[in-house]
């Protein structure tokens, strides 16, 4: 059984933010956060939080997936927002929002869960990128994109991607929150891949867990740490790395996933 682990924010004061989410099937489900100025917290401990690119965020996930010794690594990013827009026609307001992050791909408007969206798809040999854009009775358009890469050279190339796609949103200021994952199966025991990924997340710094889940196949913890950079602020610190290990029943093999600032889907 997979687990679902949805974003919190939290602000000063122990006041928490509710993140809407809104499921819609894209084979998997998305989790689409609504937040209209909302971002990643920047403090950690020392007060002070490093401020790392898409790129050596991702790369430090990797250089940490790396030892869990699986194979078929599989890396994500997700980016989502939403801003308010003024046009009636909410679709055309979509199509200058495509055309203002240069994606050329065109977009397919279907009906799902009684609500009419515009996808727009693109895939390579190693890689995929996702996108849905919607408008709510609020007067705002809310965008998700998912970017998919399948071992080292799909991962770069999402990776430079991210980079494009976030500097451009950016540039047209559209707030984005953003979180990466990556994704491997490996042979071994839930408490013999807990403990040698532990090993390793300690050597590469500073690491406190700040949040826990457990069940008899899976366990998940959620870290505070001085090499992941910006994160999300929660009761008892600042996480900017989750790690999920879940054992298939039967089969001798678990399921690593590590996320940053944290996992947004199932593990």
Same mark, same amino acid.
């Given at each position: 059984?997979?687990?679902?682990?949805?974003?919190?924010?939290?602000?000063?004061?122990?006041?928490?933010?509710?993140?809407?989410?809104?499921?819609?099937?894209?084979?998997?489900?998305?989790?689409?956060?609504?937040?209209?100025?909302?971002?990643?917290?920047?403090?950690?401990?020392?007060?002070?939080?490093?401020?790392?690119?898409?790129?050596?965020?991702?790369?430090?996930?990797?250089?940490?997936?790396?030892?869990?010794?699986?194979?078929?690594?599989?890396? +994500?990013?997700?980016?989502?927002?939403?801003?308010?827009?003024?046009?009636?026609?909410? +679709?055309?307001?979509?199509?200058?929002?495509?055309?203002?992050?240069?994606?050329?791909?065109?977009?397919?408007?279907?009906?799902?869960?009684?609500?009419?969206?515009?996808?727009?798809?693109?895939?390579?040999?190693?890689?995929?990128?996702?996108?849905?854009?919607?408008?709510?009775?609020?007067?705002?358009?809310?965008?998700?994109?998912?970017?998919?890469?399948?071992?080292?050279?799909? +991962?770069?190339?999402?990776?430079?991607?991210?980079?494009?796609?976030?500097?451009?949103?950016?540039?047209?200021?559209?707030?984005?929150?953003?979180?990466?994952?990556?994704?491997?199966?490996?042979?071994?025991?839930?408490?013999?891949?807990?403990?040698?990924?532990?090993?390793?997340?300690?050597?590469?710094?500073?690491?406190?867990?700040?949040?826990?889940?457990?069940?008899?196949?899976?366990?998940?913890?959620?870290?505070?740490?001085?090499?992941?950079?910006?994160?999300? +602020?929660?009761?008892?610190?600042?996480?900017?790395?989750?790690?999920?290990?879940?054992?298939?029943?039967?089969?001798?093999?678990?399921?690593?996933?590590?996320?940053?600032?944290?996992?947004?889907?199932?593990?």
């Amino acid at each position: 059984m997979s687990n679902r682990k949805s974003w919190t924010l939290g602000i000063s004061g122990g006041v928490i933010v509710l993140l809407v989410v809104i499921i819609i099937i894209v084979g998997v489900k998305d989790s689409v956060l609504l937040s209209n100025d909302t971002r990643h917290i920047v403090s950690n401990e020392a007060g002070h939080a490093l401020q790392l690119s898409i790129t050596e965020k991702v790369n430090n996930l990797w250089k940490l997936a790396q030892h869990s010794g699986g194979a078929n690594f599989e890396t +994500k990013i997700i980016m989502q927002g939403s801003y308010l827009i003024k046009a009636e026609d909410w +679709k055309q307001e979509a199509l200058k929002w495509k055309e203002s992050i240069q994606v050329a791909t065109p977009f397919v408007a279907r009906e799902e869960r009684g609500q009419e969206v515009l996808r727009a798809n693109d895939q390579g040999s190693n890689w995929k990128r996702e996108i849905l854009v919607f408008a709510e009775q609020d007067g705002r358009l809310y965008f998700t994109i998912h970017l998919t890469g399948v071992e080292l050279n799909g +991962k770069e190339h999402i990776v430079d991607e991210g980079e494009h796609l976030h500097k451009a949103l950016q540039a047209n200021n559209h707030s984005v929150l953003w979180n990466s994952e990556i994704r491997t199966k490996a042979v071994g025991t839930l408490d013999s891949m807990w403990g040698k990924m532990h090993r390793k997340m300690q050597l590469l710094g500073h690491a406190k867990p700040i949040d826990n889940y457990e069940d008899i196949r899976t366990r998940s913890v959620s870290y505070e740490t001085d090499y992941m950079g910006e994160g999300i +602020k929660m009761k008892s610190g600042v996480a900017n790395l989750q790690m999920a290990v879940h054992e298939l029943a039967g089969e001798g093999i678990t399921r690593l996933t590590l996320g940053t600032p944290l996992i947004a889907g199932e593990y």
